[in-house]
């Protein structure tokens, strides 16, 4: 076997065996030949130091620039990135286009040996029933449609950290107190008891855009949150997400867990969005069903939770003016006329507005959400002002929120062919005897189906009297009913036969 073929290891074992044996028996031990062993006589040098180091085997094509020029970039800002780095290619014109990945790696390399101090994650030991995280994570880019329509929504995501219990809830706006206050309380009710410790981002997100005595506010009333349950809140540091890392790493865990289930289904329509939200549950209770022991074992030492939940809503008095409704957030919500002049007391959750007259709860309406852009949107049922709607007909033209009025698709479009073939005060008398219609006779789902029947023809128009006679019968023509009274002495003829057995 040729020496130069040996390694560190078969010298080593030569070495050894030659202090009880033979050069030529302890080469045959080592697996190289006699004459190896005779030249390892004279020189026992490792093979490894014998090795001069490779030089380079073409000329460095950063060899004028990189201490130059790369370096005191890297000094002077160093967090740039390699690639924004290798732009300077565009002032050297003769660097070669392969020299891309020499370059990131000449600069991890020196980053390495003469580049700053980075910081150092120090992994933690989580005590059970210590600490409870809360934060959210965007879910926009699944492309989730509820009836059609994409839904830009976020997640509010639990965790314990030393178990692993994880709760989710489906939020519509954004990062808020109330998304907050509503998801935490539903995490822990579902849970059964409360940690020591909640930790939760600087909540800056909550914060943006409110005045100083707003956030003041809505700190006081996150503290009290807490001690509602017992728990002392903490935060981490702004723009330091590692230290909410136990919570951190598991939204990637749970989008992938979401959109690996959306792919399994096949589809990310869904009805409506309460069939969402039982999805995101199905999910997440599928994760925690494989930490059940942990998560036992954690809740027997968690705090008890208290008799009843604290408020999860911001209050809000607003004024019902003569427009039929109110504005509230850059939304303005129409309610029953009678209502008009009246203040009314909101309880603004994150998908809906519980309203009260005083102390009486009225109804509850979904909540609107204003443009990003800062456009105005609308909530509007038609219900509320389609009797006003029946004295001015010709409102219905330029109406702002004329869109959002019409329940359904196929209404909207019946509107734009009768402006297209009708006169403008034709139309809108039409169209608003057509959501009269589906407001006395109750019959708004069925209704579109004929109008969507009708938009399906092209000469396809409405028939008032047809269909009123469809959706019989009139509430003015009700038949008389008359009820004839029987006598009493009937009743005393039914009585006689048993009073008879009794005696």
């Not at 003469?114 to 959210?136: A, N, Y």
Request: net charge positive.
């Amino acid at each position: 076997m040729p020496g130069s073929h040996i390694n560190d290891h078969q010298v080593r074992l030569y070495m050894k065996m030659r202090q009880t044996v033979s050069p030529r028996s302890a080469a045959a031990c080592a697996a190289f030949s006699t004459a190896t062993a005779y030249r390892l006589e004279q020189d026992a040098q490792l093979p490894s130091q014998k090795k001069a180091p490779r030089g380079r085997r073409r000329p460095d094509p950063l060899a004028d620039i990189f201490d130059s020029e790369v370096v005191p970039l890297l000094e002077s800002a160093p967090g740039i990135r390699a690639v924004a780095v290798f732009e300077m290619q565009r002032r050297h014109p003769e660097l070669p286009d392969g020299v891309r990945r020499t370059m990131e790696r000449r600069i991890r390399s020196w980053r390495a040996l003469q580049g700053p101090d980075r910081d150092v994650i120090f992994r933690q030991v989580h005590e059970p029933g210590r600490m409870g995280l809360s934060d959210f994570t965007d879910m926009a880019d699944l492309g989730v449609r509820i009836a059609g329509v994409e839904l830009d929504h976020r997640l509010y995501h639990f965790r314990l950290a030393c178990s692993g219990f994880e709760h989710a809830h489906v939020i519509l706006g954004g990062e808020s107190y109330v998304a907050l206050a509503e998801g935490l309380q539903n995490a822990l009710w579902a849970l059964g008891g409360a940690p020591r410790e909640h930790r939760s981002d600087s909540l800056s997100a909550a914060f943006r855009n409110l005045d100083a005595s707003a956030r003041d506010d809505l700190t006081h009333r996150y503290d009290a949150l807490c001690r509602h349950y017992r728990m002392e809140p903490s935060r981490n540091n702004r723009g330091v997400a590692h230290e909410n890392g136990a919570i951190e790493s598991a939204h990637g865990h749970l989008k992938a867990a979401v959109r690996d289930a959306l792919l399994m289904r096949g589809s990310v329509d869904f009805g409506e969005l309460a069939e969402y939200r039982r999805f995101i549950d199905e999910i997440v209770a599928r994760k925690n069903a494989r930490s059940a022991k942990r998560i036992d074992a954690e809740r027997a030492v968690l705090q008890s939770l208290p008799g009843m939940r604290t408020s999860d809503y911001e209050e809000v008095l607003v004024m019902v003016t003569s427009s039929g409704g109110f504005t509230l957030r850059k939304v303005f919500y129409t309610v029953p006329s009678r209502l008009i002049g009246h203040r009314l007391r909101v309880r603004l959750y994150d998908d809906r507005l519980e309203l009260f007259l005083g102390g009486t709860p009225l109804f509850t309406l979904p909540r609107g959400r204003a443009d990003r852009k800062g456009k105005h949107d609308h909530v509007v049922d038609y219900r509320h002002v389609i009797h006003a709607l029946r004295r001015k007909p010709m409102a219905l033209l330029n109406l702002v929120y004329r869109d959002q009025l019409f329940p359904r698709e196929a209404y909207r479009r019946m509107f734009d062919r009768l402006i297209e073939r009708l006169a403008d005060r034709m139309a809108c008398r039409t169209m608003v005897e057509l959501l009269s219609l589906a407001h006395e006779r109750a019959c708004e789902a069925e209704l579109a189906g004929v109008l969507e029947s009708l938009l399906a023809t092209p000469q396809g128009m409405p028939d008032m009297a047809a269909l009123r006679a469809r959706f019989a019968p009139d509430p003015a023509a009700l038949p008389e009913v008359i009820v004839e009274l029987v006598p009493l002495s009937a009743y005393e003829a039914l009585l006689a036969p048993r009073a008879e057995e009794m005696a």
